[in-house]
Structure formats: structure tokens, C-alpha cells
């Protein structure tokens, strides 16, 4: 079997290679660039250094090894994604998008049809049945990457290994250290994928530019502040809104006039509800029949917590009600869909305008 092996430096990724060489595979080794250096919101550039490591581990483990550059993919796609929907007041996800249209798409698209499976170093696993393959959750609960893969198509799903899906974190880490692998001790990366260590604000900014509003009290129409554009804010924000006398939070924008809307307090009401628009549903594998689907798992962002809810599934829109009153629905932010034993990643969707 034909392994590509997407390694970017980090220890999760990086320990990849030695699991697959246990199992008996010679996975060919690909270091994937974007090259973001060149922007002013670029805080670090830590290519260098993944190419270094990740060079040494293709050394040390008698790997084929290819430097691939997807720049012009990577900003045809998931940057005018990300620009698009903070444009029009919406929250993205560069991270789903960048699994969707380039670590499973541009990337087989250009290199990868001489593989069977591209492996990676996610904390996800997946099962086979008579229906096919499905997407399951990591062992490591808490460090579970499906949020992030939850908008992979079938296809790109049937190539799939994640190698280190059945371990915790903390063994990850030991099998780095006794391998003497060079990223044992790195720390985890925090930047959007592929982006490394940028400052979104200003990335933001110097794609788009700034226009500033007004910001108000959503209860008495109070007129608060002064933002720099609404799309640097996401409902349920609390940081960045530079409001004395709160906490203050984002519950409400109005694109059209350029006015965010606050609330005050820890738990203000406004931030709260129990009902979930999406747009259509996602499945990640169509073979499956959900028609029957009802009672299920759910999450709104990348967090270790479920939660629990009732879905009803419409041709082009969907709708899930929670047995909990949550906050910081977010328009544009994607709602993960599981099984009811928390086992099953089914799918995604897109939380509907209709939300706001």
C-alpha cells in the first residue's frame, strides 16, 4: 500500500512516520508550504524549522521526502473563504476549509492519485462497515480533531489513516521522546492551519481594511463605543470590544448599518438559545440512511464537551434544538454533528444567517 504522509514538523504529525513504519509501511513523506511569510501579519515564520525537522525524520527513517508548495491554492480557497465570510459579517473556519480544499483536496489533486491513503497527523479514527467508512472520534477526547474534518467529502474520507487516533496525547509525547525525535518538546501549534503564528486581527485588517461603527447595548440601544469594523467581532465575543463597567459580550451584528450590539454581564440572557438554524447538512458518508436521525450529539466550536440535542433534517436547511439553552451561536461557524454514544462524526453544517 501506496502511504503519502503529510508532516509539518510537530510531534503529532512527526510521529506518524515511525507508527507507520511499524505497521509495516514505507510512507513517502510531504512537507506542505504556503508560503505566508511575506505578509506584515506574519509574527514568526517556523518553516525553516518544520523543513529542518522534518528533513531529519526523513533522514532517520529512510523516507522519501518532497517539499510541495500550494500557495496559490491555499489563497484561492481558504483565504478567499475566510475573507468572504468575515466580509459579510460571518465567522469562518479556516481550519475545516483548509482539511476540505487542501490537505485532502489540492493536495491529492496535484500528488496524491499515486497514493491508496494519506495519512496525517489528526486525533481521529475511522471504521469500516457495510456502508462504508465512517468517520469515529480519538481516543484523547479532549484533543479529538473531528470538529476539524467534519466537511471532508467520501472520497477524501476512503483515503484516511490517522495513525495516532487510538493514543492519548501523553503517549504521543513518550513515543516522540523515545524515538529522540526533535519536535518530542515542541509545544503545540496554536495558529491557524498553516498560518502559523499570525495576528488574525491584523490579517484581517490588511486584507479587508478597517470602517468603524458604533457599538450599542442590544437592551436600550445605548450607544457604547466605537469598533473598527464588524468583521473584526464574532457573536459571543468578550474580548477586544475596550468597554469599561463589564464583562460585555457580542450578541448581535448589523452589517448593513456597521453596528455591533453588546451585553453586560456573565450570563446575559440575550447570549443564550436553545434553537440552531443550519444550512444543509453535510454527511460524511452519504451511503448511510439518516433519515430516521433525530436524537443526537453536537458541537458548535472545537471543545472536549457534547452537547445534547434533537435535529431535524430539510432539504436545505436543518434545525436542532438543545435539551440546553447555550451561548455564542455564531452565524458561519459550523455545528458538528454526532451519534448519541459520542462515537460517530456524521457531519457538518453551516449555522444559518437566520440566527442572527
Known sequence: MNI????????????????????????????????????????????????????????????????????????????????????????????????????????????????????????????????????????DKVKDQTYFLSQITYPQLHKTIFPIGNLPKSDVRKIASEMSLPSATRKDSQGICFLGKINYGEFIKNQIGILPGEIRELESNKLLGEHQGFWFHTIGQRRGLKLGGGPWFVVKKDTINNIIYASKGYDPISRYSDEIILNKVHFLNPNHDYSELNQIKFKIRHQPEFMEGFITIGDTTSKIVSKEKISGIAPGQFTVIYSNDEKTCIGSAMISEDNN
Request: charge should be negative; proline fraction near 4%.
Open 4 to 139: 503519502a504522509a503529510l508532516v509539518s514538523g510537530g510531534v503529532d504529525s512527526s510521529v506518524t512516520v515511525p507508527l507507520l513504519k511499524q505497521m509495516g509501511f514505507d510512507p513517502h513523506i510531504f512537507y506542505i508550504k504556503i508560503g505566508m511569510e511575506d505578509q506584515d501579519s506574519f509574527m514568526d515564520c517556523p518553516s525553516e524549522e518544520d523543513i529542518e525537522i522534518t528533513t531529519w525524520i526523513a533522514k532517520k527513517y529512510g523516507c522519501r521526502f518532497d517539499i510541495i508548495d500550494l500557495q496559490e491554492e491555499y489563497w484561492a480557497t481558504v483565504v478567499k473563504y475566510t475573507i468572504d465570510t468575515v466580509k459579510k459579517g460571518l465567522t469562518p473556519n479556516p481550519d475545516i476549509m483548509c482539511n476540505l480544499l487542501i490537505k485532502f483536496g489540492a493536495f491529492n489533486d496535484r500528488y496524491g492519485q499515486e497514493f491508496d491513503k494519506i495519512a496525517t497527523g489528526h486525533y481521529a479514527t475511522n471504521y469500516e462497515t457495510k456502508d462504508g467508512v465512517f468517520l469515529a472520534t480519538a481516543k
